[in-house]
């Protein structure tokens, strides 16, 4: 039995002798016999917690950054009315820091044979999994002076999914997709390698697209132009190694990496070409494959929500290999890593030729803000010095870049903020250019 604030106020008067649980029932008959008595029928009066049932409902994913309510049913089938207090308890990270108290804790009445349906407000501040843990009730007599408490397991999980916020990016990109494809009327046309039209030669055009046979059928010197293929296939890989879980700002890179895989995603299947994931450091931590284009997109969503880095070097020869599993024929590889000179250069290098012999490679990189704005710092002796060492940490990343360039592979190295639509700009230039 609990004692509530009542009663520890008349214990704290010397009227009651102080206990939280089970109390010496001597001590309190020999204080106070009628205060004992009602504290007795009051505990009695108080309805069961262990008969208590309980079901879940409500939202089971969410973005991060918005908001998922959970609903709890109590169901009370005892013969006695149910006064409590309830606790739902999640894991911090339900919540924005402060908030929890308000959120989780319920005041409820339930008559005795009914139920009542409770909602807990979550705002996660994390991508994952989040499960509750245990419902607390404690369940008061109609004087409040005494209490029962018990826990009840009651599981549900709300899966955290990325934030997808380049999505905003999408639309800009379609409207250049359209562009390449054709589908809008503009003057210029991709290079693909697939056959469109004949149209008329312009100053300009490239003397290689002259049709000669339709030349000689008409007056006018026609050309064939192109569009660019679609069925082609997109294998991205994520980094989720020690370099991934650095962190920019505020978000680890590897989130930054999410959300440019998640906008190539959209705007590659809009192409119609197939795009299929592998996570890995030095072993597969996810992987998507052969879905259909209405459905990778919430498939990626879903297989990155739990994905967290590993503190662990990447295997580059097992990623290599894993890849060249995941794209038996030829395929653009888009390997979303770090540009850091060791990992490249004792990693990666070795094993590029591998992926470049059969594979379009492009290798995308999350940048650090605050090493540029560190580059451009004068006017105090330590800001000189900050500004040396940003300049030389960005002279590093350009001589890795160009490693990677003199091996045949498109380069990307943007902000968090910049990433994602800098890698659907290198997507829709190679395209363009019928590498794809």
């Given at each position: ?5 009542r ?13 939280i ?5 001597a001590?309190i008959l ?19 917690v262990?008969t ?11 973005r991060l ?5 959970v ?13 409590a207090h ?6 911090p990270?339900?919540w924005?820091?402060g908030?929890e108290?308000?959120?989780s804790?319920?005041k409820l009445t339930?008559p005795a044979?009914?139920?009542?349906r409770?909602?807990t407000?979550?705002r996660?501040?994390r ?32 899966r955290?999914?990325?934030p997808?916020t380049?999505r905003?990016h ?6 250049r ?10 003057l210029?046309?991709?290079e ?15 003397t290689?697209?002259?049709d ?14 192109w ?6 296939h997109i294998?991205v ?14 978000v680890?890179?590897?989130?930054a990496?999410m959300d440019?895989?998640?906008?190539l ?8 070409d ?9 072993r ?5 494959q ?6 990778v997109?919430?498939?990626?969503v879903?297989a990155?929500a ?6 662990v070097?990447?295997d580059?020869?097992g ?5 060249l599993?995941?794209?038996p024929?030829?395929?653009?590889i ?7 000179t060791?990992p ?9 030729p ?5 594979h379009t490679?492009?290798v ?11 580059s451009?710092?004068?006017g105090t002796?330590?800001a ?12 590093q990343?350009r ?5 990677l ?5 498109t ?10 639509p800098?890698?659907?700009d290198?997507y829709?230039?190679l395209?363009?250019?019928?590498h794809?």
């Open positions: 039995m609990a004692l509530t604030g009663t520890a106020l008349l214990a704290a008067l010397g009227t009651l002798p102080v206990g649980y089970a109390p010496s029932w001590g020999a204080v106070n016999a009628p205060l004992s008595l009602a504290i007795l029928c009051d505990y009695a009066l108080a309805a069961p262990r208590l049932r309980f079901t879940r409902s409500g939202d089971t994913s969410v950054g918005e908001s998922a309510e609903h709890l049913t109590v169901t009370n089938p005892s013969g006695r009315r149910l006064r309830l606790r739902d308890a999640w894991p990270s339900a924005f820091a908030t108290q308000a959120a804790r319920h339930v044979g009914e139920r009542r409770l909602t407000a979550l996660p501040t991508r994952g999994d989040r499960r509750t843990e245990r419902v607390t009730v404690r369940s008061y007599g109609p004087l409040g002076l005494a209490a029962r408490q018990g826990n009840h397991d009651v599981p549900w999980t709300v955290v999914l990325p997808f380049s905003k999408l639309p800009s990109r379609l409207a997709l359209r562009e390449l494809d054709g589908r809008t009327s503009v210029t046309r991709g693909g390698t697939e056959f469109d039209s004949l149209r008329e030669y312009v100053p300009g055009d490239d290689r697209s002259i000669w046979r339709a030349t000689a059928r008409q007056s006018a010197v026609a050309v064939r132009t569009r660019p293929e679609r069925d082609r294998l890989v994520l980094d989720t190694g020690r370099t991934s879980a650095g962190r920019v700002g505020d680890p890179r590897l989130d990496a440019a895989t998640l906008l995603t959209a705007l590659a299947s809009r192409a119609g197939r795009v299929d994931l592998l996570a890995y450091d030095r597969t931590r996810a992987q998507v052969g879905r259909s284009a209405s459905d997109l919430p498939a990626m879903n990155l739990p994905l967290e880095p590993e503190l070097e990447t580059a020869r990623l290599s290999a894993a890849a599993r995941s794209a024929r030829r395929s653009l888009v390997l979303l890593t770090s540009l850091d060791a490249i250069e004792e990693g990666l290098l070795p094993v590029l591998q992926l470049t012999k059969r490679v492009l995308a990189s999350v940048a650090d803000p605050h090493i540029e704005s560190m451009t710092r004068r002796v330590d000189v010095y900050e500004a040396a060492a940003g300049t030389q940490a960005q002279a990343r001589r890795t870049a160009e490693q360039q003199r091996h045949g592979v380069v990307v190295d943007a902000t968090p903020e910049k990433l994602a800098a890698l659907a290198a829709l230039a395209k363009a250019a019928g794809l």
